[in-house]
């Protein structure tokens, strides 16, 4: 059985200039973190599935959870995941909460990713 390989470069010759330039503009290492700690936030269908819903309007947990069919006990459980990295926002207004994207940077992330997907 043969294994997928990578190719790799048959003599090894380093590219200074190619180098410098990647080095000079790499983000900071704290930078790059916390685009990773981002992106966990996006490897859940749950998640992904409520940032999706906030997208035509603002929405209650228990429209949430209904709209998904979950409890809200597992949909407060995503949304405090979703706020904690400033994807979503929340207003209060008598005995309801509602949610609503944080900004309009999500949903260009998640189109970006569904086009990506898509190709």
Request: aromatic letters at 8%; a negative charge; glycine letters at 2%.
């Amino acid at each position: 059985m043969q294994m997928n390989s990578i190719d790799v470069c048959e003599s090894c010759e380093i590219h200074k200039n190619l180098i410098a330039k990647a080095m000079e503009e790499m983000p900071a290492e704290e930078t790059l973190y916390d685009m990773a700690e981002l992106f966990k936030v996006f490897g859940d269908t749950t998640r992904i599935r409520i940032l999706y819903a906030l997208f035509s309007s603002e929405m209650c947990v228990c429209d949430i959870a209904d709209l998904l069919n979950m409890t809200q006990s597992a949909i407060s459980h995503q949304l405090k995941v979703l706020k904690q990295a400033r994807l979503v926002k929340f207003r209060k207004e008598g005995k309801s909460v509602y949610y609503s994207l944080d900004d309009d940077h999500i949903k260009a992330i998640l189109y970006q990713g569904i086009s990506h997907v898509s190709e």
